[in-house]
């Protein structure tokens, strides 16, 4: 049974626009989420993170949100660019390791 | 700088043969994992070891078992392959405690013939 779940499979935007991507989790006990991005024949990196004492976290482009209530958090890329073309996923710590949802690959085209 | 190594990015192996991926890091973590990733299944738990010799089995060990003699290696084995083990494989590693964030090597794709 899924406990992080990436409903959206993929994502187009335009270059210059907002990416909105979405993440929803089931395990209340959760305290802790990452997102990663993936390129095609690469491993993944490292994006942004956030604890559940704060509801967001910014990194530059990156924003990732937490709502908590809804069991919900959301990654926003603004202003989107074609290079952030890549398969992006969610994850949460289960004690020594991650569980990952299973990716929303998005597009930006120019 | 960081750095997490796999043998090899790309690997044809027929039905049967015995295969080994090799992972290495450099950063004196404790954590190292093994998971592969499929199109619509996402990253998907293989093994994981958070110390030398001691090994746990994450959400799909079946068909595959993992050696960690020393620290820095972290080897996955497919005792004898099948074509659905045909996929691409992800080594990382991470620090023992309270730091969540892994570090991914540059994965190996597997062709199983």
């Known amino acids: 049974d899924q406990q992080v779940k990436q409903n959206s499979p993929s994502l187009s935007v335009q270059e210059g626009r907002i990416s909105i991507l979405n993440c929803d989790y089931t395990?209340?006990?959760?305290?802790?989420f990452l997102w990663y991005k993936k390129y095609p024949a690469e491993g993944p990196t490292f994006l942004i993170s956030?604890?559940?004492?704060?509801d967001k976290n910014e990194d530059g482009r990156f924003t990732v949100f937490l709502n908590k209530s809804a069991k919900h958090l959301s990654l926003h890329i603004v202003p989107s660019q074609p290079g952030d073309s890549a398969v992006y996923f969610c994850?949460?710590?289960?004690?020594?390791?991650?569980?990952f949802g299973k990716g929303t690959t998005l597009s930006v085209s120019s | 700088d960081v750095k997490v190594t796999q043998s090899s990015r790309y690997l044809v192996k027929r039905t049967g043969e015995k295969v080994f991926l090799e992972c290495v890091q450099d950063m004196d973590h404790e954590n190292m994992f093994w998971y592969r990733q499929d199109p619509g299944l996402g990253l998907r738990l293989i093994y994981f070891?958070?110390?030398?010799?001691?090994?746990e089995k994450g959400d799909i060990p079946e068909g595959y078992s993992v050696s960690r003699e020393k620290k820095e290696r972290f080897s996955l084995i497919l005792e004898s392959a099948s074509t659905n083990q045909t996929s691409m494989y992800l080594c990382?590693?991470?620090?023992?405690?309270?730091?969540?964030?892994?570090?991914f090597g540059p994965g190996t794709r597997l062709t199983v013939t």
């Open positions: 994850a949460a710590p289960v004690g020594t390791a991650l569980i």
């Open positions: 990382a590693s991470s620090h023992r405690q309270g730091i969540y964030e892994q570090y």
């Open positions: 070891s958070y110390d030398v010799k001691m090994k």
């Open positions: 956030i604890s559940s004492i704060k």
């Open positions: 395990n209340s006990m959760f305290d802790y």
